[in-house]
């Protein structure tokens, strides 16, 4: 329908050039979140992918990424998504990193045809971490007694009230070191022959998008509206695709609206979500000097 609105009103009424849908993606990759801490998952940006790529005229769709990473499965789910509409809808996705893409982060950057990044970007960290804290001697110095009840050996493995166990360290040791296969061979299969024969690659090291660009990671460097009005003409227009409001005119979680300096604001509004996930976010952003 827009298109025939296009054709039939007067020249003089017309908007010139191409018109690139732009999604922005930031935030780490996580199950819930909310309008005042949002965060990244298939539930928060499949509707503003959607939309998206359902623009017909458009010849691209760009994607811009800042994420730290965070869940697996969340991070595969959304490149999954995207890659899937890319295909369905036969559109070329351009991927874009600000800050950093890094880990999940970067995992969802794979999902596009193209890689940009700044020289100052981060990008890699293609591993698995797991992290957490152990209480057992804090809980005997206050006389706390731990009392767990199990039907199965195994219900209570890495308990962080109890001592660690060899074996529940070299369980999730395999858990890990499978995730970590399946990431590899994402990596090898969508960048295949443009990666550099360097062994750290898959170490979990993160480098800058200068470094990035030398290792076959990521293709360029350049920012958004340039790369496009290069490539499409000084009169392509850049059409940001918001994420979904409610019923009372209020954006749903999806595309961040905070800043990674907010560091307080973000605090205060994640106490009453839980503030360990908040603090966890923290972490991922802090890890990559951010």
Do not use: C
């Not at 025939?4 to 780490?28: D, H, M, N, S």
């Not at 994420?67 to 351009?94: D, F, H, T, W």
């Not at 045809?113 to 293609?126: C, L, N, Q």
């Not at 954006?251 to 307080?264: E, F, K, M, T, Y």
């Amino acid at each position: 329908m827009a298109g025939l609105l296009t054709r039939i009103l007067p020249k003089r009424f017309r908007k010139e050039g191409i018109a690139i849908p732009v999604v922005r993606l930031q935030g780490a990759i996580m199950t819930g979140g909310s309008q005042f801490r949002p965060t990244l998952n298939l539930a928060n940006t499949a509707q503003m992918l959607e939309r998206a790529f359902a623009k017909k005229d458009a010849p691209v769709v760009a994607i811009s990424i800042n994420s730290p990473g965070g869940s697996p499965v969340q991070s595969r789910l959304i490149y999954q998504r995207i890659r899937a509409l890319a295909e369905e809808k036969n559109k070329r996705v351009l991927m874009f990193v600000e800050d950093v893409a890094a880990s999940g982060g970067y995992m969802i950057a794979l999902a596009g045809d193209e890689i940009f990044v700044d020289p100052t970007s981060i990008v890699g960290s293609i591993g698995v971490v797991s992290g957490g804290f152990g209480f057992p001697e804090l809980l005997r110095k206050i006389g706390v007694e731990r009392r767990v009840y199990t039907a199965g050996e195994n219900k209570v493995i890495l308990d962080p009230f109890q001592p660690e166990k060899e074996s529940d360290i070299e369980y999730l040791k395999s858990l890990q070191l499978e995730i970590h296969k399946v990431f590899i061979d994402m990596v090898k299969s969508r960048r295949g022959e443009r990666l550099a024969d360097d062994e750290t690659i898959f170490s979990g090291l993160f480098w800058t998008g200068q470094r990035g660009v030398e290792l076959g990671l990521v293709d360029g460097m350049g920012e958004i509206r340039d790369v496009l009005k290069r490539r499409f003409g000084p009169k392509t227009r850049l059409e940001l695709v918001g994420s979904a409001r409610g019923l009372l005119g209020r954006r749903l979680p999806g595309i961040a609206s905070l800043g990674v300096g907010n560091a307080g604001a973000e605090i205060a509004s994640g106490a009453a979500e839980g503030l360990a996930s908040t603090l966890e976010e923290r972490a991922l952003w802090s890890r990559y000097g951010l």
